[in-house]
T-cell receptor, first 114, second 117 residues
Framework: KNEVEQSPQNLTAQEGEFITINCSYSVGISALHWLQQHPGGGIVSLFMLSSGKKKHGRLIATINIQEKHSSLHITASHPRDSAVYICAAYPVNAGGTSYGKLTFGQGTILTVHP | NAGVMQNPRHLVRRRGQEARLRCSPV?????VYWYRQLPEEGLKFMVYLQKENIIDESGMPKERFSAEFPKEGPSILRIQQVVRGDSAAYFCASSPPFRRITGNTIYFGEGSWLTVV
């Protein structure tokens, strides 16, 4: 079982729909990234979270450290949101510190139809 | 992507040749990470470097792969005697020194796509 699990693996939506992608992790972490990758393209960090909730435009990310769970929400989805969304965690090492050795979920392929 | 530059973006090599991938981090960032994305697989950590030091190479294949981040110049990921299974996207990322508890934002490059024929 992966240390970081995402669901669903594939998601299809109609333009305007509210979308939720979930991420669960089984290890202690200090923070978590939500990343976006377009086909054949680079990776962009949408959010880094260590607690609570962050919002940027139509994107909202939440994290519950106690439940080891994070969600990415997209309100009023648009075809340009079609991409792979990846959850990536910073595991805490034995010394209680983290660095950029990210552990990644398998990604969620989002397709938004007009 | 806040300035992480990778080159080449696309590289084709024949089996047995060497591949060199370069990464220039965001100006002022002293920490560089390399990740690999194999076809139909997720991203995997390969190596973490600081200037002139390899901090963690636990994700690097034991043979043919090496990485460096010299005092001057870009970080280099070198793959010797490439095989078809090395075909993948290789992503570099950089960050300033990590905050102990809350981590730090990490910036990714556009990736280098290696195809071995």
């Amino acid at each position: 079982k992966n240390e970081v699990e995402q669901s669903p693996q594939n998601l299809t939506a109609q333009e305007g729909e509210f979308i939720t992608i979930n991420c669960s992790y089984s290890v202690g972490i200090s923070a978590l990234h939500w990343l976006q990758q377009h086909p054949g393209g680079g990776i962009v960090s949408l959010f880094m979270l260590s607690s609570g909730k962050k919002k940027h435009g139509r994107l909202i990310a939440t994290i519950n450290i106690q439940e080891k769970h994070s969600s990415l929400h997209i309100t009023a989805s648009h075809p340009r949101d079609s991409a792979v969304y990846i959850c990536a965690a910073y595991p805490v090492n034995a010394g209680g510190t983290s660095y950029g050795k990210l552990t990644f979920g398998q990604g969620t392929i989002l397709t938004v139809h007009p | 992507n806040a300035g992480v530059m990778q080159n080449p973006r696309h590289l084709v090599r024949r089996r047995g040749q060497e591949a060199r991938l370069r990464c220039s981090p965001v100006k002022g960032h002293s920490h560089v990470y390399w990740y690999r994305q194999l076809p139909e697989e997720g991203l995997k950590f390969m190596v973490y470097l600081q200037k002139e030091n390899i901090i963690d190479e636990s994700g690097m294949p034991k043979e043919r792969f090496s990485a460096e981040f010299p005092k001057e110049g870009p970080s280099i990921l070198r793959i010797q005697q490439v095989v078809r299974g090395d075909s993948a996207a290789y992503f570099c990322a950089s960050s300033p020194p990590f905050r102990r508890i809350t981590g730090n934002t990490i910036y990714f490059g556009e990736g280098s796509w290696l195809t071995v024929v």
